[in-house]
């Protein structure tokens, strides 16, 4: 690669958590974006291990799981050689900057962040002090890599904002030093609902196995889950707000085809519930199978998938530890 072509590109970033299973709801949300983007970006791309823990994992689930998420990456095309593709817990920085960052963070501006209070609602029994903290260390993630841009959705709006008033502070604080990201809105990128409860986004960590589809679900498992998809009474393949469940199927089918919401309609028209599901289980299958086959064979070969994490952790670690310690002689410490 050369250097100077890679360093005149912006730099994207973004994260995902091994908290479950990868699901279409990741796909087609992020992570099909997160391919188009290595064309026009100089990517950085993680496994959130760090932040999975959040809430309790059962560690062989975890290990096993940071291990797929991370083949699952190099499968749907992301390209370890090109960009810096690492899992986090590797590049110790990113706790490192987290600890200066939090003594720059008000208790006042974390306890207003919505996705704790969501989180801890939905887990009482471990409300923890990472949970509570999450956005700072999302803030070291974003600012020890100079990044640009930071693709999001609705949900992560305010921890950007949040890592963006950090890095004003602390620059003003201690001197520039930190780049205040942008947000990066892509131009495609659905947001998929839940298959039992459209009013809920579909979240691979939800305990119910028919509300998701996995990227690496069998094929008959996908079309059973469509099958089984939650909709309501009238038997009309129409986008409505009334109609929450066959409207979050069409926006499935309308993402995986990119025909419009009203192709889709005039597609099915006069077509029952039952064929229309059958026929979104039946595209999305097809969408996955290329990205699977790829998937099975990337696993089988575990020397391999070691030596691209260990090469991507080094990368990562060489522009991290860089703003890690700028950011520690600026505060004041010895280094
Ligand atoms: N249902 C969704 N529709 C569209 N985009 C989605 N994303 C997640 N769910 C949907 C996007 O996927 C990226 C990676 O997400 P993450 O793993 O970092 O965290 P998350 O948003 O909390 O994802 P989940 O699946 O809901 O995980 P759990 O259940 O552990 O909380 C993000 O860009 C996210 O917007």
């Known amino acids: 690669m050369c250097e100077t072509a890679q360093s005149a590109k912006k730099r994207a970033l973004s994260f995902i958590q091994p908290s479950g299973l990868i699901t279409i709801g990741n796909y087609l949300g992020a992570l099909k974006n997160w391919v188009e983007m290595q064309s026009e970006f100089d990517c950085i791309y993680a496994v959130a291990d760090l932040h999975a823990i959040t809430v309790y994992q059962e560690p062989q689930k975890l290990r096993s799981q940071i291990y797929s998420t991370y083949a699952l990456l190099l499968a749907i095309g992301i390209d370890p050689e090109k960009h810096t593709v690492f899992i986090q817990s590797h590049v110790p920085y990113h706790t490192q900057l987290a600890w200066l960052l939090s003594c720059n963070t008000q208790f006042g501006e974390m306890s207003r962040m919505t996705q704790f209070k969501d989180k801890s609602a939905k887990h009482p029994e471990n409300v923890n002090v990472g949970l509570f903290s999450y956005p700072v260390l999302m803030a070291a993630d974003i600012l020890l890599y100079n990044s640009d841009l930071v693709p999001v959705g609705a949900d992560q ?3 950007l904002e949040i ?9 003003n604080r201690y001197g520039e030093l930190l780049t205040v990201p942008e947000p ?16 809920k986004k579909m979240s691979k960590s939800d305990d119910n196995p028919n509300s998701w589809v996995a990227v690496l679900d ?6 059973k889950k ?8 009238d038997s009309c393949v129409r986008l409505s707000d009334d109609k929450p469940g066959i409207s979050n199927l069409i926006g499935i089918y309308s993402a995986v085809t990119g025909k419009s919401a009203g192709e889709v309609e005039k597609e ?7 064929d229309f599901k059958a026929a979104v289980g039946e595209v999305v299958a097809d969408m996955l199978a290329p990205v699977q086959k790829s998937y099975a ?21 060489r522009i991290a530890a860089k703003t890690c310690y700028k950011a520690m002689k600026k505060v004041g410490f010895v280094l």
């Open 184 to 199: 990066y809105i892509p131009e495609t990128g659905a947001s998929i609902k839940s298959l039992q409860d459209p009013s």
């Open 163 to 171: 890592a963006r008033d950090i890095a004003g502070r602390f620059n």
């Open 268 to 274: 099915f028209e006069g077509v029952g519930y039952g």
């Open 226 to 233: 469509f099958k089984r998809a939650v909709t309501d009474s």
């Open 157 to 159: 709006k305010q921890h």
């Open 218 to 223: 069998p094929r008959d498992v996908i079309i």
């Open 297 to 317: 064979e990337i696993i089988k070969d575990k020397a391999a998938l070691e030596a691209l994490y260990r090469q991507g952790a080094e990368k990562a670690s």
